[in-house]
């Protein structure tokens, strides 16, 4: 089990649809949490609403080589870290062939290029019993069409965290694969390119949240789509 009352977690893309809901249940768990995002005013609000709970905030922007690693190296140096969440993530709809460049750039640079910096960074910090948390997608586990770049960005993320998982074992760092279903985050309507087609109603994102914060203290290390509900455990 993980003590998530004496933790001190690093939450990226912490004021996103996911990363907020995420920040709150580790701080209702015990945590103390430092908040990562591009927005440096949003940050601040998501700050100020959690109070003493939130040890320091960092805005960078995760696409560059220095980000995931500035982000990792501020928080460490406010506290030493226990773990890190990863719920940052952009998302493009549209057919393969149609793809530009910025659109494949930007979003393999912070689906998949991001990730495996901050695994580099974050692994040179954390202690025995520390662990990182990735939030992948559903499309790792069945590609979809109009999405071919998503579902090959979340593919790869899963992959390489199924990698470095066994890689880090030995020095006792947990790494967390999760894969949620489609969650009411908004993404979908804020796409880098292209337009979402008719989804169902997914998740809602205080349970996907409470199922992630859940997994952690449970010291799990694999989360797929099957795992989640639409109802927080225990409600």
């Known amino acids: 089990m993980t003590d998530l009352a004496s933790a001190h977690v690093l939450v990226l893309g912490a004021t996103g649809g996911l990363g907020a809901p995420i920040a709150r249940r580790l701080v209702a768990a015990g945590a103390r ?11 601040a609000a998501l700050a100020d609403e959690l109070g003493d709970s939130v040890v320091t905030t960092v805005a960078v922007d995760l696409t560059l080589p220095p980000g995931p ?3 990792v190296e501020v ?22 062939a149609e793809l530009d460049d910025d659109t494949l750039d930007e979003l393999l640079l912070l689906d998949l290029v991001a990730p495996v910096r901050l695994v580099r ?8 019993g520390g662990f990182i948390a990735q939030v992948s997608a559903v499309v790792a586990e069945k590609a979809m069409p109009g999405m071919a770049a998503y579902s090959a960005a979340k593919a790869g993320l899963t992959a390489f ?4 998982a066994t890689e880090l074992r030995r020095r006792k760092v947990r790494v967390l694969d999760v894969r949620p279903p489609h969650t009411e985050t ?11 087609p008719r989804l169902p109603r997914g998740l809602a994102p205080d349970a996907v949240a409470a199922r992630i914060v859940a997994a952690i203290a449970d010291d799990e290390r694999d989360l797929p789509a099957e795992a989640f509900s639409d109802r927080p455990e225990g409600s």
């Open 186 to 196: 908004g993404l979908a309507t804020r796409p880098v390119a292209g337009e979402a």
């Open 33 to 43: 949490v430092s908040l990562s995002a591009r927005d440096g005013s949003k940050l």
């Open 69 to 71: 690693g500035q982000a």
């Open 121 to 128: 960074a974050a692994a040179a910090v954390l202690p025995e």
């Open 75 to 96: 928080a460490h140096g406010a506290a030493p870290l226990t773990g890190v969440v990863n719920a940052a993530g952009v998302v493009a709809f549209g057919p393969a």
């Open 161 to 164: 965290d199924a990698a470095a």
